[in-house]
Nanobody, 124 residues
Framework: QVQLVESGGGSVQSGESLKLSCVAS????????MAWFRQAPGKEREGVGN???????RYADSVKGRFTASQDNAKRTLYLQMDSLKPEDTAMYYC??????????????????WGQGTQVTVSS
């Protein structure tokens, strides 16, 4: 069973940066798509960025150029570097792991494993 634990959330001012981390309980990064999602109050959860080892990274249009997803296979850790944060980035952020050799997209149904979330709050 894959377990994911996020950390790194917090409260920052507009324009500042945060780096989220997601540690996996197993060595899963080689074959699975790993993704970051977020959910703001009153809104549906949306994909933010995804990455698969050796493959391209994809980002939501709203975060392109500001957010960067990366992974450290040796540490079994997924990261999300968030720069130039805006109040509209305020949300609970979740990391998710896909199935081995499964699709790499932003469809929640393709990600059977989820972390508990870490809150990011950006004030103006």
């Amino acid at each position: 069973q894959v377990q994911l634990v996020e950390s790194g959330g917090g409260s920052v001012q507009s324009g500042e940066s945060l780096k989220l981390s997601c540690v996996a309980s197993l060595d899963i990064f080689g074959s699975r798509c790993m993704a970051w999602f977020r959910q703001a109050p009153g809104k549906e959860r949306e994909g933010v960025g995804n990455i698969r080892y050796g493959g391209p990274r994809r980002y939501a249009d709203s975060v392109k150029g500001r957010f960067t997803a990366s992974q450290d296979n040796a540490k079994r850790t997924l990261y999300l570097q968030m720069d130039s944060l805006k109040p509209e980035d305020t949300a609970m952020y979740y990391c998710a792991a896909g199935r081995p050799y499964g699709p790499c997209d932003f469809s929640e149904a393709d990600f059977p494993y989820w972390g508990q979330g870490t809150q990011v709050t950006v004030s103006s």
